[in-house]
Antibody, heavy 117, light 113 residues
């Protein structure tokens, strides 16, 4: 089992940038497929992006393609989400999540991103 | 993209009674290579991250009470709580992990009647 702790959330203006981080502990980070999932206020869960164990494959939802970049540093047991050109609709709790593949079975507690002027 | 549709959107059930949540996918989640359905169920309680209850459509995760069960195959799936407890108040989501982008149902809010 892996413990996941997110950071980097906060208030950002529309069009601005933010970098979310997630540090893993308790298990071998490099063995996990990693994901970012978000939940906007009053809405349901939405998967955002994922990255293979060796960073060789990445996927995104259409609404963030070209604006968000997922990356990882296995030596630092860390996952990142670079968020650029943010919009009001990106306001959400962002969860770092892990699994052996596309199945997500471990979750962090989340970091809140608010996009507002 | 695979669209996941849950029903109902909300549900109120008496303590000790059965709760049933349905999930339909826009295409089959059954893999011909391993005969597994790539469908999971999660619960999310207020202020908490989601918690995995069921994977592969019907495999209960370790530590999940046996009143929770999953069934179905292909495009139609069901989560059943056989005897509702107060601690089961939550929003429940189905999720397909057959292909990217991974997609969730819109969620079903379960309350006590």
């Amino acid at each position: 089992e892996v413990q996941l702790v997110e950071s980097g959330g906060g208030l950002v203006q529309p069009g601005g940038s933010l970098r979310l981080s997630c540090v893993a502990s308790g298990s071998t980070f490099s063995s996990y497929y990693m994901h970012w999932v978000r939940r906007a206020p009053g809405k349901g869960l939405q998967w955002v992006a994922n990255i293979r164990q060796d960073s060789s494959d990445k996927h995104y939802i259409d609404s963030v393609k070209g604006r968000f970049t997922i990356s990882r540093d296995n030596a630092k047991s860390s996952l990142y989400l670079e968020m650029n050109s943010v919009r009001a609709e990106d306001t959400a709790m962002y969860y770092c999540a892990a699994g052996g593949g596309y199945l997500i079975d471990q979750w962090g507690r989340g970091t809140l991103v608010t996009v507002s002027s | 993209d695979i669209v996941m549709t849950q029903s109902p959107d909300s549900l109120a059930v008496s303590l000790g009674e059965r709760a049933t949540i349905n999930c339909k996918s826009s295409q089959s989640l059954l893999s011909s290579s391993n005969n597994n359905d790539y469908l999971a169920w999660y619960e999310q309680k207020p202020g908490q991250p989601p918690n995995l209850l069921i994977s592969w459509a019907s495999t209960r995760e370790s530590g999940v009470p046996d009143r929770f069960s999953g069934s179905g195959s292909g495009t139609d799936f069901t989560l059943t709580i056989s005897s509702l407890q107060a601690e089961d108040v939550a929003v429940y989501y189905c999720m397909q992990y057959y292909s990217a982008p991974i997609t969730f149902g819109q969620g079903t809010r379960l309350e006590i009647k």
